[in-house]
């Protein structure tokens, strides 16, 4: 007759409450054990309804960014309680899994307090590091008490607290194997039980192995023609397949004791690159953009680079719960540049093509080379050229005193063959993108044949000039005063003495001043000669100071 494990609701079943049911009198040891990289410690390791129980990872990476925890085997963010932030430590995300009585510590360790069986079930954390993500899981199993009495099981019928079941390797990957194996096993195993559950269902039994017939195993509704039994109670599942993620539980017999177990066995998916949607992004500056992280679901860990460089959340930089899209909000010209999203599991990173992002921007300003005035003899050549800092590069146009050439681009250049071609040279730099235009303007001179040359000395100083301006100014003055005060005395003089008016603003000797030549006068006329104020020529100026 085969034998299997006993079924639900007989004598087994009263074995377990005994189990379950602990306090000050029945209190489960804990197993002294070392565990493999990314285990979670349960302190106490089997806790009572109405304690309290700490969830702590053994080896936690360095330089921890964020420590998430989630109530189930994955990273549902429906499932999470919290993400515990080491830099603001009292400043935790609360998730909708939270009840209320869970805190984060340092080490990303999970505080419960009051837990009750409710509180039973798998949790996970998810630990994120500058290169180095880690996703660990753990059964928590919440045990009852009984207080003020102690159940004290039958001899041949009692319970050993419940083992660790060690995973190797710890992160299995597709295709490939895994062994799970109790840790400390009793001594005078005569059956152990796999099933593919967090109970004894028959439903979920795997097999049944004995000690004493190792090739001779129990085959339950649940094996898959992939498990074996072991010794040391083991189970070794090759060729694994993400179906194989779930709970696996084991039933051992060992007389006087029955030992139960537990172990969440996630198996993982090498991953494949992601994508980054849109591919390519053209965003104005102080404006916003999105993109989104397209994964494999057997991605448990997004993170997002720019220039090669991890970002972090900041206060214009948004990551959604899970990382799978990044916002930017009021956009500045540095955060233009290759944007990618890097997955990651336990077994397995990828990263995802850049997808670049442009800010247009511009043009402020303009200027061109070279800077004006600029004075030039004709024959000569005339290259300038236009400068503008813009995204996307400005379209340009040159005008010359208003009026357009028809020439564009950003350098100008021509042959100086006439002096038409000097006056203001104007620069039009424009932004399709943005819509923004800049000008800049220059001076161009092209001196004719009888100017002196760009730059000659005339051979008088400021002051000099200014002293010929001064005195021809006076002079004309001079000249006037001296007109009108021979008009003056020309016609108030008595007839006789109009005879022969000195017209000195003609530069002609005395004469009369109307009708024929008079004869001169004997004596001569004692009265002042005024062809002596006959002005000199024009190069008199010179000598006015």
Same mark, same amino acid.
């Given at each position: 007759?085969?034998?299997?494990?006993?079924?639900?609701?007989?004598?087994?079943?009263r074995?377990?409450?005994?189990?379950?049911?602990?306090?000050?009198?029945?209190?489960?040891?804990?197993?002294?054990?070392?565990?493999?990289?990314?285990?979670? #410690?349960?302190?106490?390791?089997?806790?009572?309804?109405?304690?309290g129980?700490?969830?702590?990872?053994?080896?936690?990476?360095?330089?921890?960014?964020?420590?998430?925890?989630?109530?189930?085997?994955?990273?549902?963010?429906?499932?999470?309680?919290?993400?515990?932030?080491?830099?603001?430590?009292?400043?935790?995300?609360?998730?909708?899994?939270?009840?209320?009585?869970?805190?984060?510590?340092?080490?990303?360790?999970?505080?419960?307090?009051?837990?009750?069986?409710?509180?039973?079930?798998?949790?996970?954390?998810?630990?994120?590091?500058?290169?180095?993500?880690?996703?660990t899981?753990?059964l928590?199993? #919440?045990?009852?008490?009984?207080? @003020?009495?102690?159940?004290?099981p039958?001899p041949?019928q009692?319970?050993?607290?419940?083992?660790?079941?060690?995973?190797s390797?710890?992160?299995?990957?597709?295709?490939?194997?895994?062994?799970?194996?109790?840790q400390d096993?009793?001594?005078?195993?005569?059956?152990?039980?796999w099933?593919?559950?967090?109970?004894?269902? /028959?439903?979920?039994?795997?097999?049944?192995y004995?000690?004493?017939?190792?090739?001779?195993?129990?085959i339950?509704?649940?094996?898959?023609g992939?498990?074996?039994?072991?010794?040391?109670?083991?189970?070794?599942?090759a060729?694994?397949?993400?179906?194989?993620?779930?709970?696996?539980?084991?039933?051992?017999?060992?007389?006087?004791?029955?030992?139960?177990?537990?172990?969440?066995?996630?198996?993982?998916?090498?991953?494949?690159?992601?994508?980054? *949607?849109?591919n390519?992004?053209?965003?104005?500056?102080?404006?916003?953009?999105?993109?989104?992280?397209?994964?494999?679901?057997?991605?448990? *860990?997004?993170?997002?680079?720019?220039?090669? /460089?991890?970002?972090?959340?900041?206060?214009r930089?948004?990551?959604?719960?899970?990382?799978?899209?990044?916002?930017?909000?009021?956009?500045?010209?540095?955060?233009?540049?290759?944007?990618?999203? /890097?997955?990651?599991?336990?077994?397995?990173?990828?990263?995802? /093509?850049?997808?670049?992002?442009?800010?247009?921007?511009?043009?402020?300003?303009?200027?061109?080379?070279?800077?004006?005035?600029?004075?030039?003899?004709?024959?000569?050549?005339?290259?300038?050229?236009?400068?503008?800092?813009?995204?996307?590069?400005?379209?340009?146009?040159?005008?010359?005193?208003?009026?357009? *050439?028809?020439?564009?681009?950003?350098?100008? *250049?021509?042959?100086?063959?006439?002096?038409?071609?000097?006056?203001?040279?104007?620069?039009?730099?424009?932004?399709?993108?943005?819509?923004?235009?800049?000008?800049?303007?220059v001076?161009?001179r092209?001196?004719?044949?009888?100017?002196?040359?760009?730059?000659?000395?005339?051979?008088?100083?400021?002051?000099?000039?200014?002293?010929?301006?001064?005195?021809?100014?006076? @002079?004309?003055?001079?000249?006037?005063v001296?007109?009108?005060?021979?008009?003056?005395?020309c016609?108030n003089?008595?007839?006789?003495?109009?005879?022969a008016?000195v017209?000195?603003?003609?530069?002609?000797?005395?004469?009369?001043?109307?009708?024929?030549?008079?004869?001169?006068?004997?004596?001569?006329?004692?009265?002042?000669?005024?062809?002596?104020?006959?002005?000199?020529?024009?190069?008199?100026?010179?000598?006015?100071?």
């Open positions: 007759m085969e034998r299997g494990p006993p079924r639900p609701g007989g004598p087994w079943a074995v377990l409450l005994a189990a379950s049911v602990l306090g000050s009198c029945l209190q489960p040891a804990p197993v002294q054990s070392t565990r493999p990289p990314g285990t979670i #410690v349960l302190s106490p390791p089997s806790p009572v309804v109405g304690g129980v700490s969830l702590a990872p053994r080896d936690p990476p360095q330089n921890v960014l964020s420590c998430a925890w989630f109530r189930s085997a994955t990273t549902d963010e429906t499932r999470r309680i919290l993400t515990y932030y080491p830099s603001a430590p009292s400043a935790p995300s609360i998730g909708p899994a939270h009840t209320g009585r869970e805190t984060g510590g340092p080490g990303c360790a999970l505080h419960i307090a009051g837990v009750t069986l409710s509180d039973t079930g798998t949790y996970s954390l998810l630990m994120e590091a500058p290169g180095n993500r880690v996703l899981a753990v928590l199993r #919440v045990w009852a008490s009984v207080l @003020g009495s102690c159940l004290q039958a041949a009692s319970t050993r607290p419940p083992g660790t079941i060690v995973l390797p710890p992160s299995p990957a597709v295709g490939g194997g895994v062994s799970l194996a109790l096993p009793p001594q005078n195993v005569l059956s152990c039980a099933f593919r559950s967090e109970t004894s269902d /028959e439903p979920g039994r795997i097999l049944t004995y000690p004493s017939a190792p090739s001779a195993p129990s339950g509704p649940a094996h898959t992939r498990e074996t039994g072991g010794p040391g109670c083991a189970l070794h599942i060729g694994v397949t993400l179906s194989d993620t779930g709970n696996y539980s084991l039933w051992m017999d060992a007389p006087p004791n029955k030992v139960t177990a537990a172990v969440f066995v996630r198996v993982w998916e090498m991953l494949p690159r992601p994508t980054v *949607t849109p390519q992004t053209l965003v104005p500056e102080n404006g916003t953009f999105s993109l989104t992280c397209n994964s494999s679901p057997s991605a448990d *860990t997004r993170l997002w680079l720019r220039d090669g /460089e991890p970002l972090g959340p900041s206060r930089l948004v990551l959604s719960p899970d990382n799978h899209t990044l916002t930017v909000l009021n956009v500045t010209r540095g955060d233009a540049g290759a944007y990618q999203c /890097e997955v990651g599991n336990a077994v397995s990173t990828n990263r995802s /093509e850049p997808s670049p992002v442009t800010v247009t921007y511009g043009p402020d300003s303009a200027r061109i080379d070279p800077p004006g005035p600029i004075l030039l003899p004709l024959g000569s050549p005339l290259t300038l050229t236009c400068v503008a800092d813009s995204v996307p590069a400005p379209s340009y146009r040159w005008a010359l005193n208003g009026t357009d *050439t028809g020439q564009t681009g950003s350098s100008f *250049t021509l042959t100086l063959t006439t002096s038409a071609q000097q006056g203001t040279y104007e620069c039009q730099a424009h932004n399709s993108g943005t819509n923004l235009t800049a000008w800049a303007s001076a161009v092209v001196p004719g044949p009888d100017s002196p040359p760009p730059g000659a000395d005339s051979g008088l100083s400021a002051g000099a000039i200014a002293g010929i301006v001064i005195g021809s100014l006076a @002079g004309v003055a001079l000249a006037g001296a007109a009108s005060f021979l008009y003056s005395r016609w003089e008595p007839p006789q003495a109009k005879a008016p017209l000195v603003y003609e530069n002609l000797p005395p004469t009369a001043c109307a009708g024929g030549a008079a004869p001169p006068r004997n004596p001569p006329d004692p009265g002042p000669t005024y062809e002596t104020l006959q002005p000199r020529q024009p190069d008199v100026y010179e000598e006015l100071k």
